[in-house]
């Protein structure tokens, strides 16, 4: 509930307009890339989830984020239960059960849910330990909860989400009080698997790690999207050819124009210009996370504005690496702009977290 000394005129407003601001151009972008194409409808269904969005935010931040901490292990077991459910019962849709087939033709990602209880869950399990540097113990069991959740969405298969979930877990331990021995152990046994997960991958992410190498090896085939996104990135210029002027988006040389290359749409159609101010929008966006996090009232508040920064950091760098040929491509979409109304309320269900740890710092 609302405490009688916490009012929503203290939300971090700076941080709502640059939100907006994203969502905004991501709509107008969504509408550009997909004119005139069977997903001519695009936009408004973004704009319809970005509507629900505000309100789920809204919902979130008017509740003590220490009420949700509380509810960690019901809420646990529903996810646990829930991607289990999606792995064994829902249709694959791009070789992937991830979706739940709704009316109207929305489908429910649960994964993407998954991410505000997995910070949750690291949330207070860290703030529960009272020591100034974690044990192995520690770091096993927080280990252990993580993993079954991650595994689940792993198996779905869905490699980029199960990898945005990491960077939640890395900040919290790091500020909970990882300890330099554990680190270089864990960066040892990560040395360790990278050359034996390769035999467990499947055959068109090979393909893609390969194409991260060498994208001119196979131009028509696996190397197609990264080419035709850096073509489209290039010819962009400073201004930019104009909303729906763009030649790689509007004759459809490239793919995933409204979601997983939509920047690459976005600077062919406005330029360096335009790249600058949504890069400076989601600066903006990073630092008022960041200071809702150094003012937070305890160590719970704390753990839980870094998960979302760093979780939003680690889905720009992938993303932006990804559509100039600096990362392989993941299928992660860019925060807030990207279509996708799973990806979409869950970002907004996080930054609400944020802003219930601004409004209780009020609270005495």
Not at 187 to 198: D, E, R, T, Y
């Amino acid at each position: 509930m609302i405490a009688r000394n916490v009012s929503f005129r203290d939300l971090d407003w700076l941080l709502m307009l640059a939100v907006l601001g994203i969502c905004l151009l991501g709509i107008l972008q969504i509408f550009s890339a997909t004119s005139g194409t069977v997903l001519a409808d695009s936009w408004w269904k973004q704009s319809l989830y970005l509507a629900v969005g505000l309100g789920l935010m809204l919902v979130v931040c008017g509740i003590d984020y220490h009420v949700l901490l509380e509810q960690v292990p019901v809420l646990y077991v529903v996810t646990a239960v829930a991607l289990l459910g999606v792995l064994l019962f829902a249709p694959p849709i791009n070789g992937s059960r991830s979706w739940i087939p709704l009316p109207g033709g929305f489908n429910l990602q649960v994964s993407e849910f998954s991410k505000v209880v997995i910070l949750l869950v690291v949330s207070r399990y860290l703030a529960e330990v009272r020591s100034e540097e974690l044990t192995l113990g520690d770091l096993m069991r927080l280990g252990a909860l993580v993993g079954v959740p991650w595994v689940l969405v792993l198996l779905e298969p869905d490699l980029g989400t199960a990898l945005t979930i990491l960077p939640i877990l890395a900040v919290g331990t790091f500020l909970g009080g990882l300890r330099w021995q554990h680190l270089v152990v864990i960066l040892l046994v990560i040395a360790l698997i990278l050359p034996v997960s390769w035999f467990f991958l499947k055959d068109y992410q090979k393909a893609r790690i390969m194409t991260f190498a060498d994208p001119g090896a196979d131009p028509l085939g696996s190397g197609y999207q990264v080419i035709q996104s850096l073509i489209a990135v290039g010819s962009g210029g400073m201004w930019g050819k104009g909303i729906a002027q763009g030649s790689q988006t509007q004759f459809r040389f490239l793919p995933e124009t409204h979601t997983d290359f939509i920047m690459s749409t976005f600077a062919e159609e406005h330029g360096f210009a335009g790249v600058v101010v949504v890069l400076g929008l989601y600066f903006v966006l990073l630092m008022q996370i960041i200071q809702n996090a150094q003012m937070a009232p305890d160590r719970a508040g704390l753990f839980l504005c870094m998960g979302v920064a760093a979780l939003v950091l680690f889905h720009l760098l992938v993303n932006v690496g990804m559509v100039i040929g600096r990362m392989p491509v993941t299928g992660i979409p860019l925060p807030l702009m990207s279509y996708g109304g799973s990806s979409l309320l869950t970002m907004f269900l996080l930054l609400g977290l944020v802003q219930s740890v601004r409004l209780r710092r009020l609270v005495r």
